[in-house]
């Protein structure tokens, strides 16, 4: 039976509260699991995660809806691709990106790190299969502390092999965002995957069994910058898991007559057994605190049982602590900052992909040299042409140039066919009598145009250099 089902009298948890002390980063933590509102709000949370792992396989259009082409500098997302010209939308994203993890932190503190991080989120599956498996936390110590026997071996074989299980899926996984995913299954099994995938493969194995499986949460409190960074987004009006002093003190454990005397707070412990980080709200905010909720859960169940309100661990602001009422969000300064950056963020996000051409067209005039006089008189100028087909189809396109008197590309117009998804460079010769040239530099445009459909019509200003003007 799972230690969750055994929740016991408060004596029982009293004897257990021996085993659970605050975190000093010396050893593994044993956190306590406990069913509750907040448990269920990060079981929601971590469900989400399970897209990763099934992002790859979806198809679109006949083609991997979501996939980094690293090789030809593309990231398609469903209809979508981006190339390296449109990365400023990507830069938008993720200042948007930043601007959440920033409000949501002067909100409600570091939720992001509670509920939906991938460190917390890996480290809580594979607590959980600790748990499953090897019993509760007083019953973890004792196996780490037991000789080695046949079923010491046996549970620790069991849980290993499948923490590394799903580090191996979570490490191919995201190999497969940059590859077909299909294959790189099939060329992983039959041990011909390029080095880079075994080099991603291995790392990921090395960083998920390591940082989930052994360091946990002590990542949150001594590896994790965003853990030195959030101080300065708090404010008096974040809510975070607070333990309301008035009320919970004097603290004291549940002893007839005398405990009427006391705050709510029986130290009991549990709090600080529960916390995935070990540190003990009842000191006050701390830098390990990671907002997950657990301690309220635990203190919340306390409460019920010793007929209190539930409460005294809760999410709460400083101000709210001295009795002061929240102003609305759209009064606070931080939240107005953070908003206003974030809207403007979606804003570009959605103009410029609603704006991204499906062809892009760049002319570069041959500077060594200028321009070349033929025998007959003629000048010429070289340009070197890079036409980019964003579109998932194979185009028949056109170039010919307009706002040119005189001025003519060598050979007519160039129809070339551009292939779907792919940059063609060519090169193209204009050339001009020199009487019909009124100055060194005449103004002349490009204009590539599909042949069909869809209708594409991309223009580019040049010039023809030529030694003078008539
Ligand atoms: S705050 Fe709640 S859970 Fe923590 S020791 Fe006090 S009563 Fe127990
Ligand atoms: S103190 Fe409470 S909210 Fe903070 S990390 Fe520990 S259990 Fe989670």
């Not at 987004?233 to 006391?262: H, N, Q």
């Not at 000191?283 to 657990?294: A, K």
């Not at 908003?339 to 570009?348: D, E, R, Y």
Request: glycine residues 8%; positive net charge; aromatic residues 12%.
């Amino acid at each position: 039976m799972s230690e969750e089902n055994k929740q016991g009298s408060i004596e029982d948890i009293y004897a257990d509260a021996a085993h659970w002390h605050v975190n000093t980063g010396g050893e593994t933590i044993h956190a306590k699991r406990m069913p509750g509102r907040f448990r269920n709000y990060k079981w929601y949370a971590s469900i989400l995660w399970l897209l990763y792992f099934i992002g790859p396989y979806f198809r679109w259009d006949g083609q991997q809806a979501i996939f980094f082409d690293i090789p030809h500098r593309q990231f398609h997302m469903f209809s979508l691709t981006v190339w390296p010209q449109d990365i400023w939308v990507l830069s938008l994203v993720l200042i948007l990106l930043a601007m959440t993890l920033f409000g949501v932190t002067a909100v409600a503190g570091r939720v992001w790190c509670g509920y939906f991080c991938f460190q917390t989120v890996w480290t809580d599956w594979f607590t959980w299969l600790e748990d499953k498996i090897e019993g509760n936390p007083i019953q973890r110590r004792k196996l780490d502390a037991a000789p080695w026997d046949a079923r010491k071996i046996r549970l620790k074989l069991f849980k290993h092999t499948l923490w590394m299980l799903i580090a191996i899926v979570t490490g191919i996984t995201f190999a497969a965002y940059f590859t077909d995913a299909f294959d790189l299954w099939h060329r992983y099994l039959t041990l011909d995957a390029p080095l880079v995938a075994w080099v991603v493969l291995a790392a990921f194995i090395f960083g998920t069994y390591v940082f989930a499986g052994f360091m946990r949460e002590q990542v949150c409190f001594w590896l994790c910058p965003y853990a030195r960074i959030q101080s300065v987004m708090l404010d008096k009006d974040t809510e975070l898991p607070t333990y309301d002093t008035k009320r919970g003190e004097p603290r004291g454990k549940v002893r007839g007559k005398e405990s009427e005397k006391r705050g709510d707070c029986i130290d009991c412990h549990l709090c600080v057994g529960v916390c995935p980080t070990g540190v003990d709200i009842r000191e006050g905010m701390q830098e390990g605190c990671i907002s997950c909720g657990m301690c309220i859960d635990a203190c919340d169940s306390i409460m019920d049982k010793v007929n209190r309100p539930r409460g005294l661990i809760r999410y709460a602001s400083e101000k709210e602590m001295m009795g002061i009422s929240l102003p609305p969000l759209f009064k606070r300064p931080r939240v107005i900052a953070y908003s206003t950056i974030f809207l403007l963020a979606v804003t570009g996000i959605i103009y410029g992909l609603s704006h991204i051409p499906p062809v892009e067209l760049s002319v570069v005039h041959e500077r060594q040299p200028l321009f070349i006089q033929m025998s007959n008189g003629d000048i010429h100028n070289k340009y070197t042409i890079k036409a980019v087909n964003k579109t998932l189809t194979d185009m028949h396109v056109k170039l010919s140039i307009s706002d040119a008197d005189g001025v003519e590309i060598v050979g007519g117009s160039q129809e070339v066919v551009l292939q779907a998804g792919r940059l063609l460079p060519f090169s193209v010769f204009l050339s001009a009598k020199p009487a019909a040239l009124k100055e060194k530099k005449t103004k002349i445009r490009f204009i590539l145009e599909n042949i069909g459909t869809p209708a594409v019509k991309i223009e580019y200003k040049s010039v023809f250099m030529s030694p003078s003007g008539s």
